[in-house]
């Protein structure tokens, strides 16, 4: 397992909502109502970023509507040290088949 340092590359996930669960909260395709921007993992970067982290992104897969696969193989090109995921109700198991998938590409 690799040390988590202050230089770590840290890639913060907002899962898609591709092939989760179709609700007015989250499926706007079509609709003209919007993204919903994930404040959480914002607020976490801002807080990383704060403390001395000098490489924090965050990748939203929703914003682009990717699959699973292709949420794990964009992940595997950022080559990063840390990924956190936001999880919410509507997109378990995408976010689980995420994980899977990342864990595959990057098992460490």
Wanted: net charge neutral; aromatic share 8%.
């Amino acid at each position: 397992m690799k040390k988590i340092s202050k230089d770590s590359k840290i890639v913060l996930v907002m899962p898609s909502y591709r092939e989760g669960v179709r609700s007015l909260f989250v499926f706007h395709e079509h609709q003209a109502i919007g993204s919903k921007p994930p404040l959480g993992l914002m607020s976490i970067a801002a807080y990383l970023k704060k403390e001395g982290f000098s490489s924090v992104e965050i990748f939203d897969a929703s914003l682009e509507n990717l699959s699973s696969e292709q949420t794990a193989s964009r992940l595997d090109s950022m080559h990063p040290d840390v990924i956190g995921f936001s999880v919410m109700t509507d997109v378990w198991y995408n976010t689980v088949r995420t994980c899977e998938l990342v864990k595959q590409l990057l098992p460490d």
